[in-house]
Every structure is written in C-alpha cells, then in structure tokens.
C-alpha cells in the first residue's frame, strides 16, 4: 500500500541539546517545528523513519569533525522529548549510519522499497551534510521529496540557505513551510 513517510534526520543529543558535542544554537528553532511534524504525522499513521549517526569511537570522520553520536550513548540517541513522544509508536524504522547519506552502508533502501511510499517528507539536521546528502540519494531513485524549511536547520545560516537552494533548484525537491498542527486544525 502506497504510504507517505515522514523521515527525521539526526535529531540526537550530540546535535540538538545543550553541551552535546556538535550542538549548535539554531537546532533550538527546529526541535518544536520537528516534534509538531512528528505529532501531526503520528495521528495520520505515517511510516516514520528516524536516521541516526551511529559511531564506532574510532570513526574516520572524527578527523575533519569533533568526536560525536557513539554508538550506544546518550549522545547518538534522539534528544529525550521527542523521544518520549514516540516511545509507543509503531510504525517506526531506525537507520544507523555511519556517513551523510541514510543510504550508505545501511538497509534504508530496503526498508523504502518495503514501505513502498508515494512521498517522503523531511525534517531535522543538518540541511547541509546529512539532510542535503540523502536527499539527493531520494531524488536519483526518483522519490518525490518535500522538505520542511523550517525543520531543518544547519550551523551555518549561509550554508543552510545553499542547501535548501541546491535541494530545490538541482534536485527538484519541493520546499515548503510547516505550518503548526493547530493552525491545520
């Protein structure tokens, strides 16, 4: 059955909370805009995918990027509220990554293959490394992509901006606001 899945890029502790490893102030803007999504999402029985970054301690992209998301700690795990939130879902996948791209090394193409979705929808971060590089994966295999402007975020405003551009205007995604769940309702 054809579905829509929502797919939340590396929304964990390292990244989104206060002294995580790579925490960057602007993750504070999209973590209320991501938990809507995902509530909203949850209510309409989405599929959703949540992608870590799941590190071994002695990972080779600890040579151009601060030690981040090892595997098993808090860190790599997704920030506590949303977590929470979806502690009783179950139409969850987890992709463990160790690259960019949700693809690489993974089993992420076999799960979309097994979802079968007509869409996927995207949120978290960054838009300039892992949001961007998956996205690109999605649209070469032809998926139709929206992302939500305001739920994804980078540590650098001006390459968030290239990203979204690049998204847009290379891969053909669509870009759209998310507009709150009540403000839908």
């Known amino acids: 059955m054809l579905s829509g899945l929502l797919m939340i890029v590396d929304m964990q502790n390292d990244f989104v909370t206060k002294n995580g490893s790579l ?9 209320p805009v991501v938990i809507d999504i995902v509530k909203d999402r949850m ?5 959703l995918i949540f992608t870590k970054d799941w ?3 002695n990972d080779l992209e600890f040579k151009r990027f601060p030690v981040h998301c090892i595997k098993e700690t808090y860190g790599a ?12 879902y179950s139409k969850i996948n987890f992709v463990m990554k160790k690259r960019f791209s949700a693809f690489y090394g993974t089993n992420f193409d076999d799960i979309l293959k097994n979802l079968s979705p007509k869409h996927v929808e995207i949120c ?3 838009t300039n490394i ?8 999605l649209k070469n295999r032809d998926y139709d992509v929206v992302i939500y402007e305001n739920g994804v975020a980078s540590y650098d405003e001006k390459l968030h901006e290239f990203a979204i551009s690049q998204m847009r ?4 995604a669509k870009i759209e606001k998310w507009r709150s769940f009540n403000a839908q309702h």
């Open 23 to 31: 925490y960057f102030p602007q993750a504070e803007k999209v973590k």
């Open 55 to 57: 590190h071994d301690p």
């Open 130 to 137: 892992c949001v961007m590089y998956t996205v690109e994966e």
């Open 77 to 88: 795990e997704i920030f506590d509220d949303l977590k929470f939130i979806i502690r009783d």
């Open 124 to 126: 978290g971060v960054d």
């Open 43 to 47: 209510k309409r029985e989405y599929d």
């Open 169 to 172: 205007d290379v891969l053909g």
